[in-house]
């Protein structure tokens, strides 16, 4: 059944799922996705249901014992917990709806089948009022797996992600760590290891990620009966909008001075915190922090906390401030930590404008240009992996800067001065040979400034293109970010950045793309 044509029995289930006292199996509608996959699938549509209202939707990504083609195993024991997201106390709380695609019997969240499942929630879309800044993806197992694979394929399509019981590739943290995530895992988990999770928090947090991780002691593998009914899961999902974290509701932990703002800029050698966490009406244990690669300790205070002289190293610095709650959960045990993180550059009087304030060779070795511009070895990155070539290019008398280059999903976060920057991207493609073969997206400070660019399309093969953007840059950290779009991995080759004026240069829209 498509979703664009509800038969006479679909409205039935619809105005039966809008009596019914609390969301079953039977309340979920079947239909296929129309991306030519055939993909069963199970949507749930919620009680009361408005057109002229928009709502959130999460997305369930099952295991691997829930594989198969009937559109019914996906739901067994409740979504093994996840329908009890749709009790009736949640759904008062907030309406969602639900969809549960169903993978292919040895199949995998991965590939063709994880753009599918995705694919359901623009078709679902197309029928219902759905919110696009409110979609959650969520899923146990091989869908805790799938769940990090959906949110590092798209990073832009996921408002919040709960992964439970997976793991993944550390490589992309860098790239998705400003979205908000959720882990649960059991320590004594022999199916699924829990360093997996263990893993991706430690990358995200290495990435100034502001993550939530209920790490239960015991429960072994099927911890979600009990994970989904954690009494703040639902309301903290259902408050996380695309692009703007919620930044009250909880767990949460906020560092509020000097700044609340991710970023801080200073000539000091020490830095005092202060902030605030929250746990609701539950106690949390201790708040702690430490330097990425550096010092650490214990912070005076819990719900209202503060730090005094943390050590600060000449140039970037990350601080990340964890507190530690009960998992709320007395049989599994266990602990819930949450952060939040400040990036703190250390640094002389601010630049004149016209410095140089950045050049880094990514991906290769320290190298100065035929301009005398000195490139830094590769460094200020997170995520992504390197390649070489050995080929005449053109457009440039700088071969080597274009033979190295670093790909995949992958950031790079620099300390600056707050104020105007102009950055220049250096692209070659010495990998591929026709148009088409690579196309992906580059961000800058939030905004994307280059979606679906393809080198060679816009270049051609083996022939260096720089694209140059002015910038403004408030929180002291200036942001770059690429990503894998729908061809091929990202790739950037070199880039610097340059201090500009007062920022009179500067577009409306903070851009000025050259």
């Not at 699938?41 to 057109?51: A, K, L, Q, S, T």
């Not at 930590?337 to 410095?355: A, C, E, H």
């Not at 002291?476 to 880039?495: E, P």
């Amino acid at each position: 059944m498509s979703v664009s044509r509800i038969t006479c029995a679909a409205l039935a289930l619809i105005v039966f799922a809008a009596t019914a006292n609390a969301a079953t199996r039977d309340d979920f509608l079947y239909a296929n996705a129309d991306d030519g996959s055939n993909l069963p699938f199970r949507y749930f549509v919620p009680p009361g249901y408005d057109g002229a209202e928009a709502y959130p939707l999460i997305l369930f990504l099952h295991g691997a014992g829930e594989r198969g083609n009937d559109n019914e195993a996906q739901l067994n024991n409740n979504a093994n917990g996840a329908m009890r997201l749709l009790d009736d106390a949640n759904l008062a709380l907030q309406p969602v709806f639900m969809i549960a695609p169903q993978c292919p019997t040895d199949g995998w969240w991965s590939g063709g089948t994880l753009t599918s499942a995705i694919h359901l929630v623009d078709q679902l879309s197309a029928t219902y009022n759905i919110d696009p800044d409110r979609i959650y993806v969520t899923g146990l197992s091989m869908g805790g797996m799938g769940t990090w694979s959906a949110v590092t394929a798209q990073p832009d399509r996921f408002a919040a992600a709960v992964p439970m019981s997976g793991n993944g590739d550390t490589n992309p943290a860098g790239a998705v760590s400003a979205i908000p995530f959720w882990f649960f895992h059991a320590a004594n988990d022999g199916t699924v290891g829990v360093e997996g999770t263990d893993n991706l928090v430690a990358a995200l947090r290495n990435s100034a990620g502001n993550v939530i991780y209920t790490r239960y002691d015991t429960g072994g593998h099927g911890i979600w009966p009990v994970a989904y009914v954690h009494p703040l899961l639902f309301q903290w999902l259902v408050s996380q909008q695309r692009g703007v974290p919620s930044a009250i509701t909880p767990p949460i932990l906020r560092i509020e001075s000097p700044t609340d703002q991710p970023g801080w800029t200073t000539e000091d050698a020490t830095i005092d915190l202060a902030g605030s966490a929250n746990h609701d009406t539950d106690a949390i244990e201790s708040v702690a922090w430490d330097l990425l690669g550096g010092s650490g300790g214990a912070a005076s205070g819990t719900a209202s906390w503060s730090i005094g002289g943390i050590p600060l190293n000449n140039g970037a610095n990350l601080i990340r401030v964890i507190a530690t709650a009960p998992s709320l959960h007395d049989e599994y045990g266990g602990h819930t930590t949450f952060n939040d993180s400040l990036r703190v550059s250390r640094m002389g009087p601010p630049p004149d404008p016209g410095t140089i304030v950045a050049a880094i060779n990514a991906g290769g070795d320290a190298y100065t240009a035929t301009d005398d511009t000195p490139y830094a070895a590769d460094n200020a990155f997170d995520g992504g992996s390197t390649q070489v070539s050995d080929v005449d290019l053109g457009n440039t008398d700088d071969d080597a800067l274009y033979n190295n280059w670093r790909f995949g999903d992958f950031a790079y976060h620099l300390p600056v001065y707050p104020g105007a920057y102009t950055v220049e991207l250096h692209f070659a493609d010495t990998y591929n040979s026709a148009p088409g073969q690579r196309i992906f997206n580059v961000a800058i400070e939030g905004t994307t400034v280059l979606p679906d660019f393809d080198i060679i399309a816009t270049a051609g093969a083996n022939v260096a293109v720089i694209r140059t953007f002015d910038v403004n840059v408030a929180d002291g950290v200036l942001d770059i970010v690429l990503s894998n779009g729908s061809v091929g991995n990202a790739r950037l080759d070199a880039f610097r950045v340059i201090r500009l004026g007062d920022g009179n240069s500067i577009f409306a829209d903070g851009f000025d793309a050259n």
